[in-house]
Nanobody
């Protein structure tokens, strides 16, 4: 059973920073999985934020939503089966529940975390 445990959400003022972490368990390795983050603001649909996608071998590539490019940085700790999201220059419109997502590359097999609240005050 794959489990994703998120941490690091909270309340921050506009312009501040937060770091989200997601630890995956339930598989011996997640090396062939894409790992990333989505978010859902009140009254809106869930949207893509960032992901690190497996390209084969030990090659990964990062992908970002336009709204967070230059402000957010995603990283992956393969030894810990974890993915992190460093969020800088936060804006009130970044307020949302952030969900960790792990997807077996090239398949529809995916897993979701329970979500962590990020609130940015103006």
């Amino acid at each position: 059973q794959v489990q994703l445990v998120e941490s690091g959400g909270g309340l921050v003022q506009a312009g501040g920073s937060l770091r989200l972490s997601c630890a995956a368990s339930g598989r011996s390795s997640f090396s062939s999985y894409d790992m990333g983050w989505y978010r859902q603001a009140p009254g809106k649909e869930r949207e893509f934020v960032a992901a690190i996608r497996w390209s084969g071998g030990s090659t990964y590539s990062a992908d970002y939503a336009d709204s967070v490019k230059g402000r957010f940085t995603i990283s992956r700790d393969s030894a810990k089966n974890a993915v992190n999201l460093q969020m800088n220059s936060l804006k009130p419109e970044d307020t949302a529940i952030y969900y960790c997502n792990v997807r077996r590359t090239g398949t529809l097999v995916e897993y979701w975390g329970q979500g962590t609240q990020v609130t940015v005050s103006s």
